[in-house]
């Protein structure tokens, strides 16, 4: 399984308008080789380049159920339109935020997981209830990761 972005590469700068002070829309992503077996998608884009400015990873979203069949999630994608269910941030939205680093150029980590199974997991979930709920399900899991300076 691979994910990429027409929007950057793999370890390059993502454009400012994917900030959270800017647009803040998500960069386009492309989901390539999901197993035959797969039932439905999470994705995940956190910056670990936060725990010493806030003290943990910093979550900017937090998707499941996207069904696994997607192949591209646009950009400023609005997943339950698609089936899609989306957790709280670290902003405390629902939904997408992007990119703000406090101090330096930070890493951003988009990951994609295929899952043999659809998560009971309600809207505004965080992170850690999706990685528990998702434990002994993934198929594949890809990633990108990207840069972004304040």
Same mark, same amino acid.
């Given at each position: 399984? +691979?994910?990429?972005s027409?929007?950057?590469?793999?370890?390059?700068?993502?454009?400012?308008?994917?900030?959270?002070?800017a647009a803040?829309?998500?960069p386009?992503?492309?989901?390539?080789?999901?197993?035959?077996?797969?039932?439905?998608?999470?994705?995940?884009?956190?910056?670990?380049d936060?725990?010493?400015?806030?003290?943990?990873?910093?979550?900017?979203?937090?998707?499941?159920?996207?069904?696994?069949?997607t192949?591209?999630?646009?950009?400023?994608?609005?997943?339950?339109?698609?089936?899609?269910?989306? $957790?709280r941030?670290?902003?405390?939205?629902?939904?997408?935020?992007?990119?703000n680093?406090?101090?330096?150029e930070?890493?951003? +980590?988009?990951?994609? +997981?295929a899952?043999?199974?659809t998560?009971a997991?309600?809207? $505004?979930?965080?992170?850690?209830?999706?990685?528990?709920?998702?434990?002994?399900h993934?198929?594949?899991?890809? +990633?990108?990761t990207?840069?972004?300076a304040?």
């Open positions: 399984m +691979r994910l990429t027409d929007a950057f590469d793999d370890g390059d700068p993502i454009p400012e308008q994917y900030g959270y002070r803040n829309v998500n386009p992503l492309d989901i390539h080789d999901v197993p035959d077996e797969a039932e439905t998608l999470a994705l995940v884009v956190d910056d670990p936060a725990v010493e400015p806030a003290g943990k990873v910093w979550d900017h979203w937090v998707v499941w159920n996207l069904p696994a069949a192949t591209s999630i646009p950009a400023d994608f609005d997943p339950p339109s698609a089936g899609g269910v989306e $957790g941030n670290d902003y405390g939205e629902v939904g997408y935020g992007g990119p680093p406090p101090d330096r930070h890493t951003y +980590r988009f990951v994609a +997981r899952l043999d199974t998560l997991l309600d809207s $505004g979930e965080t992170k850690a209830a999706l990685e528990a709920a998702v434990e002994g993934v198929l594949a899991e890809a +990633r990108l990207g840069t972004y304040p």
